[in-house]
């Protein structure tokens, strides 16, 4: 492909990028589609022959496109928020055009210098204590991996037995607790990090789904007794399934009197600190070694971009830095090598995109995203309860609605779930909104999550209004 060619194909692309962000309400929002219908569709093997630049683009349009489910649609409301926003695909486009590999400052220093500032700033905006140091990681998968084997070193360094120098011979069993709702990112994280699933103790919760300090308490008494070693706790702002927030401040006293690594994982709600009034779901932050929150979920910016910090840096590059001769520089000393800060070597321009959306909105327009989402939870769960048909199933703290109809005298447990699955499973079928669901105390729970970017009133007027066509008159 050719200069030339390229830029006719980039303007047509273009172009048709803002006729899909204008009209994306045609499409629906989940394809209606099985297993194998794409592949079906997809050539065994690989071209022999390069193809015109046109042909592939049809091809995406009729084959890839209609078995795409639209994230950026305003009837998604499943699993968490993923919104984007156009400045941040503007940047990503620059991202993808410069193609550069930001391991180490060297390799392009403005890379470097513009995530530690965009990670400065962030920690303000979301008043986060200002002694903690931040890096763009990928996904907050990758971040708790880190603060779990960051915790794992540090415990023993001060051991003198590091496991990344000597292995796991002879070494202490270690113990990780957890709410029973926290992700299951920190399971996959323990695995990885050598503790095994059986050492992740989770913690019961209480009416509200949050972790319960005494039980907490109790548990990491009962492991030093047991000969195990309490490494690491990971409390939750805003679990996935209800957006539940653990106490932090009475999580952090217990992990400062026994000198255990508190983990904190806000993915999700993070971004909703940005709001003074909601900083309370943050009490106790200061007690926090590590700390995590994805502006990819509900901050406007593409999918990648997680949000790390941690108190102590020394503790992370401990961890992670190796130094081979060939990415020694001279200025080492002097600069952050993100290489060093996490699991991957190579690393992408993730900080571009996140200039992108805090200089085009700047707080006060994303403060007022933020705001409106919270405002539609409301006034769903308003609805929902003054219609008397449904039970609200988890404190609606945040954008995220869960709720369930309420049992029939003659229901069991097994026919009320049943009817909740049909009911989301009807909405689902018409195209316009895609929920998703999740069980709580039991209970089958249809969650209903105000995040998109270009979701309005009407919209949640419209599902409303079909969920009510969809019940028995």
């Not at 047509?12 to 592949?39: C, F, S």
């Not at 084997?149 to 607790?177: D, H, M, W």
């Not at 957890?178 to 399971?187: D, G, L, Q, V």
């Not at 001769?325 to 080492?332: N, S």
Request: glycine share 4%.
């Amino acid at each position: 492909m050719t200069i030339t060619d390229f830029r006719t194909y980039a303007h047509q692309l273009v172009d048709w990028i803002a006729d899909y962000l204008q009209n994306i309400e045609q499409y629906p929002v989940k394809p209606d589609i099985q297993p194998g219908d794409i592949l079906r569709q997809l050539p065994a093997e690989a071209p022999v022959a390069g193809e015109n630049f046109q042909q592939i683009f049809t091809d995406f349009q009729q084959i890839i496109l209609p078995g795409m489910t639209h994230w950026q649609h305003p009837g998604f409301m499943a699993y968490f928020p993923a919104n984007s926003s156009p400045p941040s695909v503007l940047a990503e486009m620059l991202t993808a055009t410069m193609a550069a590999q930001c391991m180490i400052w060297q390799t392009s220093p403005a890379a470097a210098e513009l995530e530690e500032r965009v990670m400065q700033w962030l920690a303000r905006l979301c008043n986060l204590p200002a002694e903690w140091h931040g890096v763009i990681q990928d996904t907050a998968s990758t971040a708790t991996l880190c603060a779990i084997l960051t915790a794992r070193e540090n415990y023993n360094k001060a051991q003198l037995c590091v496991i990344n120098q000597k292995g796991f011979s002879g070494q202490p069993a270690f113990r990780v607790y957890c709410s029973s709702e926290t992700h299951s990112s920190i399971e996959k994280a323990v695995r990885i990090a050598g503790i095994g699933s059986e050492n992740l103790i989770k913690i019961p919760t209480d009416a509200k789904f949050a972790m319960q300090p005494q039980a907490l308490a109790t548990a990491i008494a009962q492991d030093r007794a047991s000969g195990y070693v309490p490494l690491c706790v990971v409390a939750t702002i805003g679990t996935t399934s209800s957006t539940a927030i653990d106490p932090v401040e009475e999580i952090g006293h217990i992990c400062q009197k026994n000198h255990i690594w508190l983990h904190i994982d806000a993915a999700y709600a993070g971004t909703a600190l940005l709001l003074p009034e909601y900083r309370h779901m943050a009490k106790g932050l200061e007690f926090a070694d590590s700390y995590v929150f994805n502006p990819h979920k509900w901050m406007l910016t593409n999918f990648d971009c997680t949000a790390y910090y941690v108190k102590d840096k020394a503790a992370l590059l401990r961890t992670f830095e190796i130094m081979p001769e060939y990415l020694k520089t001279p200025l080492d000393k002097m600069v952050n090598n993100y290489r060093d800060w996490g699991v991957p070597l190579g690393r992408r321009f993730r900080a571009l995109k996140l200039w992108f959306v805090l200089r085009s909105y700047g707080a006060e327009g994303i403060q007022a995203i933020l705001r409106q989402h919270m405002a539609l939870a409301k006034q769903f769960e308003q609805w929902l309860l003054a219609d008397g048909r449904f039970e609200i199933m988890a404190p609606v703290n945040l954008n995220l609605v869960c709720f369930s109809l309420k049992p029939a005298p003659e229901d069991t447990n097994e026919s009320v779930n049943q009817k909740n699955s049909d009911l989301m499973a009807a909405i689902n079928q018409t195209g316009r909104y895609f929920l998703t669901h999740t069980k709580l105390n039991g209970r089958y729970t249809i969650r209903v999550v105000f995040g998109q970017v270009n979701v309005e009133e009407k919209h949640v007027a419209g599902l409303w209004e079909l969920i009510l066509s969809l019940l028995p008159q």
